[in-house]
């Protein structure tokens, strides 16, 4: 990895697809209506930064680092999280798109999703305890053998979760979306 440090910069309108992003560490940065879409934004460090209405749809996330980072309004569809590295990851996604990524074994305890389509991720073998799922759509995606326990899923919907195959002690639901756990049951709840 590079030895470039980038600290507190705010970069806007930059579309990483024509000009190449440095690898390094981007500490405290801003990155506002920046392209990442299918780049190359491997080994780079992302420490206590912020992207708003980024799109890093199908990005190459490999061993890259996000270290409290929080997406707002961002286009992510199909990213690989768990390509990632893992070590300190923490992030938040606000208003994001992120159909047909994959969390798949990743450690994503406390992570926060606000308002997000989550259609098609895959949540396989993720530990995502206490993370709160606040009026998100979970269309098709994947919990198998997921550790859900003390999880928020109240106001979100469409999400198919069985009870058998996955952790869910202490896990919040509403009376209005708790059909999603009976799926598998074939049972009809008014």
């Given amino acids: 990895m590079s030895d470039d440090y ?14 190449k992003i440095i690898k390094g560490e ?3 940065c801003v990155f506002t209506n920046c ?46 999280f768990n390509e ?5 990851l923490q992030f938040s996604f606000t208003e994001c798109q992120l159909n047909f990524s994959s969390f798949y074994q990743l450690k994503i305890s406390n992570t ?17 305890n ?8 979970l269309k098709n995606s994947i919990f ?14 469409n999400f198919t979760i069985n009870p058998e195959e996955n952790r869910l002690r202490g896990a919040k639901f509403s009376r209005n979306t708790i059909d999603g756990l009976f799926s598998k049951y074939k049972i009809i709840v008014e």
Wanted: charged share 25%; aromatic share 14%.
């Fill in 6 to 19: 980038f600290d507190s910069k705010e970069y806007s309108k930059i579309d990483f697809t024509k000009t």
């Fill in 26 to 28: 981007y500490d405290n």
């Fill in 35 to 80: 392209n990442f879409g299918n780049v190359h934004a491997s080994n780079i460090q992302f420490v206590e930064s912020e992207f708003i209405d980024c799109n890093f749809s199908n990005a190459i996330v490999k061993q890259t680092a996000f270290k409290d980072v929080n997406f707002t309004n961002c286009k992510m569809i199909g990213v690989k």
């Fill in 84 to 88: 990632c590295n893992p070590f300190l």
């Fill in 112 to 128: 926060r999703f606000e308002k997000c389509s989550l259609e098609e991720v895959d949540f396989t073998e993720t530990i995502a």
């Fill in 130 to 137: 206490s993370s709160v799922f606040n009026n998100c759509n």
């Fill in 144 to 157: 198998d053998n997921t550790n859900l326990e003390k999880s928020d899923f109240r106001t979100s919907f």
